[in-house]
C-alpha cells in the first residue's frame, strides 16, 4: 500500500478520534439537562403525590390479656403470682381482596418538562372469614378485645381525591386518617361494628377510592386469593413487581392488564408473621406488583441512544466519502471530512435542544433535514458534481432514517443494527470488488517513448 493511502487513512482516523471531543461534551450536556429534568420532576411529585403502593385492608383486634405467672421469693422462700397485663394486636389478612381500577394518566409541565401523573378510580372489595373467639385456643377468659379496626396503607395519603367510606351491608363507615399500624406506613382506618366472637363470623366489605399519584401504582395482593384488574389510556405499561399479569391486553390507545394471585403463590401470611415478629416488614411490603406510567424511550434517552451511534455515523460518512475518492479518482481533503464531521456533530446538540420544545420526532425530522440539506450542498462542490452530491445526500438521508428506527425500537434495536451493518459490509464489498487496492493513491507515470529506429534510418 502506498503512503498517500496510509496518510489519508491516518488523517481520516485522527479526525474521528479528535471528533470525539464534541461528542463527549454535548453528552455531558445531555446528561445534565435529563438530572435537572429528574430534578423537577421529583418537586413536582413532592407538591402533588408520589408514587403510590395499596397494602391491605388488614383487620386489626386490640386485646389486653392478663398473665399470671408464679415468682420465688428469694429472701423469704415463698412463691407468689405475679398478675400483670399485656396489650397486643390480632391482624387478619381477608380471604378474598379483589380491586377494579380505571386510570387515566396527564401531563403536568413546569418550564419545558412534564411529568405524568395518573389518577386511579378503584372499586376495592372482599371478604374476611374471622375464626371464632378470634383464633384463640387457649386462656381466652383472660383477653379483653377492644373494638376491632379495619386499616389501609396508602404510601402518600395527599393522593387520596374522594372521602371513603367502607361499606358493609347496608352500614357505610367513614374513613379515618392515618393506618394506626406502624408497618403499614400512612393510610387510613375505620372502625368497625361490635362482633360476636364466640362463634365465626364473615365481614364483607366495599369501598370506592380515588388516588392521584406519579409515575408508578403498585398493589399488596393481602387476600388469601386476589384478583385485581387495571384498565388505562396510557399505551406504554411497563409491568413491575414480584408478579406479572395473567391476562393482558396493549393496544395504542390504552391497556387492560388481570392478576390473579393466592397465598400459596405469595406467601403473605409468612411474611407479615416475620414482619409481627420484628425481624422486618420488607419482605412483606415488596410482594407486591403494579405498572409503571412512563415514557419507555423519551427524548433524554433517545438522545443518549443516538449519540451511542455517533462515532459509527460519522465512521460510515467519511467511509462514504472514501469510496466517493477511489472510485470517481476525487481528492478530498482532511478539511473537508473535518467539517463534514463537525456538521454530524453539531446534529445532535440541534437534536436535543429542539426534542425539549418541539418532541422527539418533529425536532429529529428538522436536524437531519437541516444537515443533509447542509452537508449535500457542500458535497455538491466538493465532489464537482451534484449528481454526485444529491446521491451522497440520499444516502446520508437513508442512515439517518435507519437511525430513527433504531432509536424508536424498544426491542429490535440489536436486529436492526446487526442488518444495517451487514447490508454496509456487503454494499462496500461489491462496489470495490474489482479494485485494485495496490494501485489507490498512485500517480500514474508516463508510458516510456518507443522509437522505430527503421523509420528514422
Known sequence: MNRNLLFKLGAIALLILLLLIPLLMI????SDRQQRRDAVLMDIARSSSNAQRLTGPVMVVPYRKTVREWKLNEKLNKRYEDIREERGRLYFLPDLFELDGQVQTELRARGIYQARLFHADSSISGRFEVPAQWGITEDFADYRFEPAFMAVGISDIRGIENALKLELGSQRLAFAPGSQVDWLGEGVHVLLPQQENKKPFVVEFAFDLRLQGTEQLQVVPVGKTSQVSLASNWPHPSFIGNFLP???DVTDKGFTAHWQTSFFSTNLEQAL?????????????????GVNFIDPVDQYLKSDRAIKYALLFIALTFAGFFLFEVLKHLAVHPIQYALVGVALAFFYLLLLSLSEHLGFAVAYLISAGACVVLIGFYVCHVLRSIAHGLGFSAGLAALYGVLYGLLSAED??????????????????????KLDWYGVGKRKTAEPLQFDLEAVQ
Do not use: E, K
Not at 453528552?27 to 445531555?30: A, E, F, M
Open 273 to 289: 408473621q416475620t414482619c409481627l415478629d420484628g425481624q422486618g416488614c420488607t419482605d412483606f411490603s415488596n410482594r407486591s406488583f
Open 412 to 433: 429490535y434495536a440489536l436486529l436492526m443494527g446487526s442488518l444495517l451493518l451487514f447490508g454496509l459490509l456487503g454494499t462496500v464489498m461489491v462496489l470495490t470488488r
Open 246 to 248: 395473567t391476562q393482558r
Open 27 to 30: 453528552n455531558g450536556i445531555i
